[in-house]
């Protein structure tokens, strides 16, 4: 299973971002697919999963910013982030668990760079 993430980038206070994740297989296979992040000095914590059924789930300091969706005809995963602070700067990282397993996928990480 290979996971290509892509999107990051540097942005401004108050703007927007999208990351994208492209899995390898169809992403039905998944039991979670999603975003973690971690910040500098701090631990790798989840961010947003979209399980095979389609529910989701959001961390609380970015329920309301950020939307978790897919497109499943291209295996792909998007986090659109909105009204971003400096407190979502951190490398994120797309996550996947496949149906019946425990074992984590990741995909390399994509910096996003909230400053003015």
């Known amino acids: 299973v290979q996971l290509q993430a892509c999107g990051g980038g540097l942005v401004q206070p108050g703007g927007s971002l999208r990351l994208s994740c492209v899995a390898s297989r169809n992403i039905f296979g998944f039991k979670t697919l999603g975003w973690y992040r971690q910040a500098p000095g701090s631990e790798r914590v989840l961010v947003a999963h979209?399980?095979?059924?389609?529910?989701?789930y959001y961390a609380d300091s970015v329920k309301g910013r950020f939307t978790i969706s897919r497109e499943t005809d291209k295996n792909t995963v998007y986090l659109q982030m909105n009204n971003l602070n400096s407190e979502d700067t951190a490398v994120y990282y797309c996550n996947g668990v496949l149906l019946g397993r425990s074992y984590n996928h990741w995909g390399k990480g994509s910096l996003v760079t909230v400053s003015s």
């Open positions: 979209i399980t095979a059924s389609g529910l989701t």
